[in-house]
C-alpha cells in the first residue's frame, strides 16, 4: 500500500490536488493506495502525552506504519511546510523508520523552493527515511481555480507540473520496490 498525506487544512488547498494526482498516477499504476487528508481525518496537537492515543493519530501511525511508501503533500507558509505537516511527524514518529519519502510543495512564491529540507533532514536523520531528490514544487498559476463552485474546474493545469508529479510517483515507486526487493543487511558487530 503506498500512502498520499494532504497536510493542508484549507478548504481550497492546492497541494490536497498535487495529493489528488499522486493518488491518481497510483491508481493508474495498479497500486493500492491510502489518502490521508488532515483536513477531513484532524491530528490533535502533538502533546508528548495523550495526544499519541487520539483515534486519528492511531490510524495515522497505522497507516505511515504500513505503507510501503509515503508521498508527502504540504503548503508552505513562512518558508517552511505547514505546521500540521509537522505534527504529523511528531504524532507518529519510528512509524517513518526506513520509508521512502517523496515530497510535493504548492506555494506562494519562487524564493521557497526549498522549504522541503526542514521537513526531509529530520526525516533522513531522525527514521532513516530516503527521501527522493525528485520533488515537486509547484506555484498557484499550476491549478485551475480551487475557489471555482464546481470542483472539476479544480486541479493541476500545468503540463510541467503534472509530467512532474508522474515523475516522481514513478521513482518512489521504482525505488521503493528496489528496496522491497532487496535483502535486508546485517549489522557488523
Known amino acids: 500500500m503506498y500512502l498520499v498525506v494532504s497536510a493542508s487544512l484549507s478548504p481550497t488547498s492546492r497541494s490536497r490536488l498535487l495529493a489528488e494526482a499522486c493518488a491518481a498516477r497510483l491508481t493508474e499504476r495498479g497500486e493500492t493506495v491510502e489518502l490521508l487528508d488532515l483536513r477531513t481525518d484532524p491530528l490533535p496537537m502533538c502533546d508528548g502525552a495523550a ?3 487520539h483515534p486519528n493519530a492511531v490510524r495515522a501511525a ?3 506504519a504500513e505503507a510501503q511508501a509515503v508521498l508527502f503533500a504540504s503548503p508552505v507558509y513562512n518558508y517552511d511546510v505547514n505546521a500540521a505537516a509537522k ?12 520509508k521512502t519519502v517523496g515530497l510535493l510543495l504548492a506555494a506562494g512564491g519562487h524564493g521557497s523552493y526549498m522549504s522541503a529540507l526542514g521537513l526531509a533532514n529530520s526525516l533522513m536523520l531522525d527514521f532513516r527515511c530516503l527521501i527522493i531528490p525528485r520533488f515537486v514544487y509547484a506555484l498557484g498559476e499550476a491549478f485551475g481555480e480551487t475557489d471555482a463552485d464546481d470542483p472539476a474546474e479544480w486541479g493541476v493545469t500545468d503540463d510541467e507540473i503534472a509530467r512532474r ?5 514513478d521513482e518512489t515507486l521504482r525505488v521503493s520496490r528496489a528496496l ?3 535483502p535486508t543487511p546485517t549489522a557488523i558487530g
Open 51 to 53: 495526544a499519541y492515543g
Open 62 to 64: 497505522q497507516l505511515v
Open 87 to 98: 505534527n504529523l511527524v511528531e504524532l507518529t514518529g519510528r512509524a517513518w523508520t526506513g
Open 165 to 169: 508529479v508522474h515523475q516522481l510517483v
Open 180 to 182: 522491497s526487493a532487496a
